[in-house]
């Protein structure tokens, strides 16, 4: 049957600039069809921004709200049958290096309303390849060479091991009854790896060629310390509470799959492993407000977080781009602030479509999530993002806002007045009703802040601002240090410490007590924090944000504003890179960041986050002199992903 051509097509071909980055493209949409589309607004979502500098020919921009646009056909313009409507446009208003970073979504609005998707292809004038959206991504391997028989098949790779010999991989587990009390451990542990690995069955209990696992006590042992001791038949797992002891069967459970899945790997026949943390906090962020993940989703990604001894979850639950968490004192946070789509408040940016799209995650689902990661030794830590980054809570509610405010200013992402107003009473009581709502939930005692990017001329232009004690500000920074020591007043009240990012300094926003602040810039920005009495957290988007791109090429899907980052290059990155001895205890540990604005796909996730974030995970718990690229670049390509795509 002969392939049918779409009615529809848009064709974009983007050029590059002396700098790297796109400079300028070309849009045609093609009209393949049988009927006429005169008046048509074509309506375009993605990454790539366009703005109303956007030098632009053949349309005009009719609306642009962040990464949508929507663009009218000048007046003599036909969109008959066999034509094609041309539209250039300049330097777009973000950094544009890479084909995921361009439109990822295309439709038409016909004059009576009714919405028709547009394929789209877009190509590099340059580089020449025409790139779709992928549905699956080879991840490139690290090494093809075998692994050295000084090595072991572990990641993070342990501190301590003095392994002898080899034997024949056991193929089950037989678990030591006689220790009841640790059977919830075990329970964590077999569950864990039969999400992780269901097609296999090595960890299934008292199978042929079984293994003994016996527990012992190890009273003098920190809270994630542990160690293996191997004999004939048998190993004897030591700790002293229920993370050291999975940390230990997650060890144990590597070698054992390593051995299995691939017979040239060793396992061991005798000798120990003693092992402990270089880091207290290795973390992991994950943004579910640019896309939404499910339940099942978000439990799966705790599973791979513990195979690779991450003990930190930095659950980023609301943006400009949504809220996706239940208020029962605010419905309307998930009844308009969790969706969008064409007509919507919020309106289809960062690809979503000419359908309507979205979720939230109930309160019974954020118990679920709480209860699932704390099997895993895992603390939850939420994040709502305030003051700025709010587009989707004022939306939703919006008497927030100063009745009088002007549009004034546009975000850093181009939303409209999108940060909460510091000086309105209206905008505390909101957040103590959330805080009381949410904070049982998270026993885990921290609560991340956001306060990040919020712009110089936020409130300026409102009239609670200018009549109120504040109205001689030459920025926004006083009025956010303001809110932040408000807010942070009431979260130590309440016996929460208090995480923001590392704009929250400014002016002391938040202070040195109680509190910890990410620094996601570069090593220079998380010292100076250091040296001002904070605790801090290293995620540098030069290493550790995982939605960076691996190469500066075109086809290479990832964003480039931190430039690209190899997976050498993330586990060779040094934190605390010309820190000095008295500041290293400040350093609280490390945190990979996903940001999902481009994470359209299982495919783009999976290629970009895997395994990177194993080799984040290495340099947080081991240390520095255990650390070997060779070694670690043999192995990684075994450790579990999100989606197996």
């Known amino acids: ?362 309160q019974q689902d954020i118990k679920q999530v709480v209860k699932s990661a704390d099997r895993l030794g895992i603390v939850v830590v939420p994040e709502l993002d305030m003051p700025g980054h709010c587009y989707a809570a004022l939306q939703s509610i919006t008497n927030l806002a100063d009745p009088l405010e002007p549009v004034s200013y546009k975000s850093l992402q181009g939303f409209a007045n999108n940060c909460l107003n510091p000086v309105r009473d209206e905008t505390y009581t909101f957040i103590e009703h959330v805080l009381d709502e949410l904070l049982p939930l998270f026993p885990g005692n921290f609560w991340h802040v956001g306060a990040d990017e919020v712009p110089d001329t936020a409130w300026h232009a409102a009239p609670s601002v200018r009549g109120s004690n504040h109205n001689n500000i030459e920025t926004a920074r006083s009025l956010q240090a303001v809110f932040l020591k408000r807010l942070q007043a009431m979260l130590s009240q309440r016996g929460v410490i208090t995480g923001a990012w590392q704009e929250a300094a400014i002016e002391e926003g938040i202070g040195t007590d109680n509190s910890y602040l990410v620094a996601w810039l570069d090593t220079d920005v998380a010292k100076q924090l250091a040296k001002r009495g904070y605790q801090v957290v290293v995620s540098a988007g030069q290493a550790y944000y995982l939605d960076m791109a691996m190469a500066d090429e075109w086809s290479e899907p990832g964003l480039g504003w931190a430039g690209s980052v190899s997976l050498e290059q993330t586990y060779g990155f040094d934190p605390t890179e010309g820190w000095s001895d008295e500041l290293q205890p400040r350093c609280m540990g490390v945190q990979a960041c996903i940001w999902s604005e481009q994470m359209i796909n299982a495919a783009v996730f999976d290629y970009l986050v895997f395994p990177r974030l194993s080799a984040m995970a290495e340099t947080a718990w081991t240390y520095k002199h255990n650390k070997d690229w060779k070694r670690f670049s043999t192995v990684c390509n075994s450790m579990p992903t999100l989606y197996n795509s």
């Open 1 to 362: 049957m002969p392939k049918q051509t779409p009615p529809l097509q848009l064709a974009i071909q983007w050029q590059f600039g002396a700098k790297g980055y796109i400079d300028s493209g070309k849009m045609s949409l093609h009209n393949q069809g049988e009927h006429s589309l005169d008046g048509a607004r074509l309506c375009l979502s993605g990454i790539v921004r366009f703005t109303e500098n956007t030098p632009i020919t053949g349309a005009t921009l009719d609306e642009c709200t962040s990464n949508y646009a929507v663009f009218t056909p000048d007046p003599n313009q036909s969109l008959n049958p066999g034509d094609v409507w041309d539209i250039k446009v300049g330097e777009p208003d973000y950094p544009m290096r890479h084909y995921t970073e361009g439109v990822v979504s295309a439709y038409l609005c016909l004059q009576d309303g009714t919405l028709m998707d547009v394929p789209i292809t877009q190509a590099s004038a340059q580089q020449g390849s025409v790139m779709h959206l992928p549905k699956a991504l080879t991840v490139k391997s690290a090494n093809e060479e075998p692994l050295a028989n000084n090595s072991w098949s572990i990641i993070p790779y342990p501190n301590e091991l003095n392994l002898q010999g080899v034997s024949n991989a056991p193929t089950g587990l037989h678990f030591d009854k006689a220790r009841i009390e640790l059977q919830a451990i075990v329970d964590s542990f077999l569950s864990l790896t039969k999400q992780l690995f269901p097609q296999e069955a090595w960890y299934e209990p008292d199978g042929a060629a079984t293994l003994t696992v016996l527990f012992a006590d190890g009273k003098q042992y920190e809270e994630e310390q542990y160690s293996l001791t191997f004999d004939v038949n048998q190993v004897l797992v030591t700790a002293s509470n229920a993370n050291g002891y999975l940390y230990g069967l997650i060890t144990l459970g590597q070698l054992i799959r390593a051995s299995n899945i691939n017979p040239s790997v060793a396992f061991p026949a005798s000798g120990e492993i003693s092992d402990q943390p270089a880091h207290a906090w290795r973390g992991c962020h994950l943004d579910v407000a640019r896309q939404f993940y499910s339940v099942n989703t978000v439990e799966q990604f705790l599973n791979v977080m513990a195979w690779n001894k991450l003990n930190r979850f930095h659950w980023h639950l609301s943006d400009d781009e949504a809220w996706r968490v239940e208020i029962n004192a605010y419905p309307e946070l998930t009844e308009i602030g969790a969706w969008r789509g064409h007509g919507k408040p919020i309106p289809p940016v960062l690809g979503t479509g000419s359908r309507t799209v979205g979720g939230f995650y109930t």
